[in-house]
T-cell receptor, first 115, second 115 residues
Framework: DAMVIQNPRYQVTQFGKPVTLSCSQT?????MYWYQQKSSQAPKLLFH???????NEADTPDNFQSRRPNTSFCFLDIRSPGLGDAAMYLC??????????????FGPGTRLTVL | AQKITQTQPGMFVQEKEAVTLDCTYD???????LFWYKQPSSGEMIFLIY??????QNATEGRYSLNFQKARKSANLVISASQLGDSAMYFC????????????FGAGTRLFVKA
């Protein structure tokens, strides 16, 4: 089955130690997203890639970076995690035709703990 | 201004009964898509159902149906014959045709199914 895969499912890191989360998809979607979701809150969009075009949300901290080496893979890099970065990180994908109403499909998420 | 409103922070339903989760939205874009996602305690965001603004009929997917009332700007999710596995957080979301890649999420409704 076509799907969105995230690794690892659980990640523990130390304060200030860089960490990379990965996402891959077999849906061949041209848009990939990264969301941060804190407990009991709605997901918050960090950035997205439309093909190779990177789009950062205005309020995404510089501490968060992303790479998309090819259509299938996308990475979230947190350069110096702080305690406030502990959250669930969700990767999602969608197509994009002439309008942006296409369905987003999410991966299972990576739960990040910062010690 | 909040564009997606879910007024029920928590809901209880008896197993095998139907339940309606409320969602109202606000947009001036004539083209938009409305979505419902289920998020169990494991964290994965599971796509349930989609309603396009130009769709003439209410969307249905198995036990899920969307009661779409365009004039009232409401998109309530109806779950028929509730099961214990339906206990989860439910998010209503919207994507506007001219809104690019942004998905607007409601605050969510936590559903508890009682045996």
């Amino acid at each position: 089955d076509a799907m969105v895969i995230q690794n690892p499912r659980y990640q523990v890191t130390q304060f200030g130690k860089p960490v990379t989360l990965s996402c891959s998809q077999t849906l061949n979607h041209n848009v990939m997203y990264w969301y941060q979701q804190k407990s009991s809150q709605a997901p918050k969009l960090l950035f997205h890639y439309y093909d190779k075009d990177f789009n950062n949300e205005a309020d995404t901290p510089d501490n968060f970076q992303s790479r998309r080496p090819n259509t299938s893979f996308c990475f979230l890099d947190i350069r110096s995690p702080g305690l406030g970065d502990a959250a669930m990180y969700l990767c999602a994908t969608s197509t994009y035709r002439d309008r942006g109403t296409d369905t987003q499909y999410f991966g299972p998420g990576t739960r990040l703990t910062v010690l | 201004a909040q564009k997606i409103t879910q007024t029920q922070p928590g809901m209880f339903v008896q197993e095998k009964e139907a339940v309606t989760l409320d969602c109202t939205y606000d947009t001036s874009d004539p083209s938009y898509g409305l979505f419902w996602y289920k998020q169990p305690s494991s964290g994965e965001m599971i796509f349930l159902i989609y309603q396009g603004s130009y769709d003439q009929q209410n969307a249905t997917e198995g036990r899920y149906s969307l009661n779409f009332q365009k004039a009232r700007k409401s998109a309530n999710l109806v779950i028929s014959a509730s099961q214990l596995g339906d206990s989860a957080m439910y998010f209503c979301a919207m994507r506007e045709g001219a809104g690019g890649f942004k998905t607007i999420f409601g605050a969510g409704t936590r559903l508890f199914v009682k045996a």
